[in-house]
């Protein structure tokens, strides 16, 4: 049988993975006959967007956001996630959500693997790799959120975006400038504001 394109993204998935959970090559071809590649168009009305499908999901390419909605109502950008980036969106496994309340969306056309949550749900019940996976997967999700919210979200809109140009310099002109903003805290005006003060300052380094 032809590898295929999928099979090799799995293994690169589980190559990346593995400096924390062994898999062996059972547990990879079980996840083969279950994961598949999706290609997603991005969601441009907040309140129209995709559901993503629950489970892991790996970005190949394109810009996924979290977000949730604070006590006013007003959306919150949490966490940027792009190629590379592996996560765990799952209600059927405990914290697969990783907190209460927050959702994604596509920021731009993204391409990602998704293994689904039952097919996960199902072998982390029959495998203590999958435990450990499931687990890992929150341990990571839970750090980038907490990250954010306590390291960086109480900057100065400023100072956060100074670090998000340093971070995600391939963002700022791939997504919408709505998200950016609501990720610092501020309105768009405020953002064009902080735009200009950045290229002001960057201009008068020699």
Not at 30 to 45: C, G
Not at 165 to 190: F, M
């Amino acid at each position: 049988m032809a590898y295929s394109r999928l099979d090799n993204m799995v293994d690169e998935v589980f190559d990346r993975l593995e400096r924390e959970v062994e898999m062996t090559v059972s547990d990879r071809d079980e996840v083969k006959k279950h994961a598949f590649i999706h290609n997603f168009n991005p969601t441009y009305n907040i309140e129209d967007r995709k559901i993503l499908p629950q489970g892991l999901i790996y970005i190949i390419s394109g810009t996924i956001r979290s977000f949730y909605y604070d006590d006013n109502g007003d959306i919150n950008t949490g966490i940027f996630f792009t190629a590379n980036d592996c996560f765990l969106f799952s209600k059927d496994i405990p914290q697969g959500h990783f907190i209460h309340g927050i959702d994604f969306e596509v920021m731009e056309p993204a391409q990602c693997l998704i293994i689904p949550g039952q097919t996960i749900s199902k072998l982390r019940h029959e495998s203590i790799v999958y435990a450990n996976l499931c687990y890992l997967l929150t341990v990571v999700n839970l750090s980038k959120f907490f990250i954010e919210e306590r390291t960086y979200r109480p900057l100065k809109p400023y100072e956060k975006y100074k670090r998000f140009v340093k971070e995600h310099p391939e963002l700022i002109d791939r997504i919408s400038q709505r998200a950016i903003a609501s990720y610092l805290g501020v309105t768009p005006v405020s953002l064009s504001r902080l735009k200009r003060r950045y290229l002001d300052d960057f201009d008068g380094i020699d």
